[in-house]
């Protein structure tokens, strides 16, 4: 069976810090990759998406970026964060045209 | 615009009732899934139900079901029989079939009244 893995599940950074956020999926091969934030109280917003090796496409401009150095591994990085980048980071693949996201158990990122 | 519009933002329900939680979507594509997703406070994303553009049939999955009308461009949920355990939040998505993205809409905050 598929199984999707996030981790921290929680994390305080300072403002200018660097940020690595790693997603694995196992079980499957060439699966879509997602990142979305979700903002407190509100719904997701998806930043990123990838549909195979190394290569990304971003749905807002941003102080992030994703890689995908793997088939199965999806990675959410910043250089600088900041006091915005604050939220619950989720990470979510797919497979094929009418199947649902599986979703990982998120990212609590808190910027201070 | 908007891909998906959910316009209640809060919703409350007597247990062992029946609620209905609303979700309009907008896309040209003749081709798309759409999906509810529920949100318990441990943030976990739980998959629900799903909808495909061309199912004749409303789709329906334990207490769960999805009121599709394709013409008015809307797939509520309806969740029969609530329990305690239903509160949470609950997003509404569509994938359009020529893309790979799934676009949420804000959600909706449901609590179960005992």
């Known amino acids: 069976s598929q199984t999707i893995h996030q981790w921290p599940a929680t994390l305080v950074q300072p403002v200018g810090s660097p940020l690595s956020l790693e997603c694995t999926v196992e079980g499957t091969s060439n699966p879509n990759l997602y990142w979305y934030r979700q903002a407190a109280g509100r719904g997701l917003q998806l930043l990123f998406y990838s549909v195979g090796i190394g290569q990304i496409s971003s749905e807002v401009p941003q102080n992030l970026s994703a890689s995908r150095p793997q088939d199965r591994q999806f990675i959410l990085s910043s250089k600088k964060l900041l006091l915005s980048d604050s939220g619950f980071y989720l990470c979510?693949?797919?497979?094929?045209?009418?199947?649902?996201?599986?979703f990982g158990q998120g990212t609590r990122l808190t910027v201070v | 615009a908007q891909k998906i519009t959910q316009t209640q933002p809060g919703m409350f329900v007597q247990e062992k009732e029946a609620v209905t939680l609303d979700c309009t979507y907008d896309?040209?594509?003749?081709?798309?899934?759409l999906f509810w997703y529920k949100q318990p406070s441990s943030g976990e994303m739980i998959f629900l139900i799903y909808?495909?553009?061309?199912?004749?049939q409303n789709a329906t999955e334990g207490r769960y079901s999805l009121n599709f009308q394709k013409a008015r461009k809307s797939a509520n949920l309806v969740i029969s029989a609530s329990q305690l355990g239903d509160s949470a939040m609950y997003f509404c998505?569509?994938?359009?079939?020529?893309?790979?993205?799934?676009?949420f809409g804000t959600g909706t905050s449901l609590t179960v009244i005992p």
């Open positions: 896309t040209s594509d003749p081709s798309y899934g």
């Open positions: 979510a693949w797919s497979w094929g045209m009418n199947t649902e996201a599986f």
């Open positions: 909808q495909g553009s061309y199912d004749q």
């Open positions: 998505a569509m994938r359009e079939y020529t893309g790979n993205q799934f676009y």
